[in-house]
């Protein structure tokens, strides 16, 4: 089991940038697949973004491909999701997510959660 604290949400405009990061505890980080999801009001968790153990492999979703990067530093358990040309509709709840072995798109798939961190972007 592995905790995971979000942080670098907040308030920002459309077209702007935040960039959230994931810190984990525990010494085995290298060990997990992370992802980042997120939850609009009123709508289902829903994938952003995943990446390999090794931080080589990523995938993201359709609506953030080419706006949004996934990296990782396992030296410094981290996970981190920088985030181009805001849009409102990035609105949300965004969670980080871990899992033993190879990653997935699925929320199913993941056993540990952070808190989440609230993005709002503004028109």
């Known amino acids: 089991q592995v905790q995971l604290v979000e942080s670098g949400g907040g308030l920002v405009q459309a077209g702007g940038s935040l960039r959230l990061s994931c810190a984990a505890s525990g010494r085995t980080f290298s060990t997990y697949a992370m992802a980042w999801f997120r939850q609009a009001p009123g709508k289902e968790r829903q994938f952003v973004a995943r990446?390999?153990?090794?931080?080589?492999?990523?995938h993201y979703a359709d609506s953030v491909k080419g706006r949004f990067t996934i990296s990782r530093d396992n030296a410094k358990n981290t996970v981190y999701l920088q985030m181009n040309s805001l849009k409102p509709e990035d609105t949300a709840v965004y969670y980080c997510a871990a899992k033993t072995g190879v990653g997935s798109g699925e929320s199913g798939n993941y056993n540990d959660w952070g808190q989440g961190t609230q993005v709002t972007v503004s028109s």
């Open positions: 990446i390999s153990r090794g931080g080589i492999t990523t």
